[in-house]
């Protein structure tokens, strides 16, 4: 009887170590790729960002900037962020157009 009495706390002691190895979180999203564009698509003459989770599970996030004359303008396109560069017809400031001509 004595042998049961031990072998219990036993038994229980080596349960209760196999659950004490479970995964930490990871702080990484779980699902599928995500994009969010705060301007809503391609609007050259609106400085905008697009944020989300890569496949991978990494975020990110990128914002429309200016070389010279031309926009780098980031949209969401199927939840990935992708870039289009835009020549802009007067200037560039701040991630947007100035003073597009008509159709810009």
């Known amino acids: 009887m004595k042998r049961v009495f031990i072998a219990v706390p036993f038994v229980l002691l080596i349960l209760l170590a ?28 609106t400085h905008g960002k697009v944020s989300g989770v890569l496949e991978s599970g990494e975020a990110y996030e990128k914002e429309d900037f200016c070389l010279n004359d031309i926009v780098v303008e980031y949209y969401c396109e ?3 962020p992708v870039n289009r560069n835009h020549r802009c017809s007067s200037d560039c400031k701040e991630g947007a157009c100035v003073n597009p001509l008509a159709g810009e």
């Open 18 to 45: 196999g659950c004490s190895g479970s995964k930490s979180p990871t702080g990484q999203v779980v699902g599928g790729p995500s994009c969010t564009d705060s301007d809503d698509g391609v609007l050259v003459r």
């Open 78 to 80: 199927d939840n990935k």
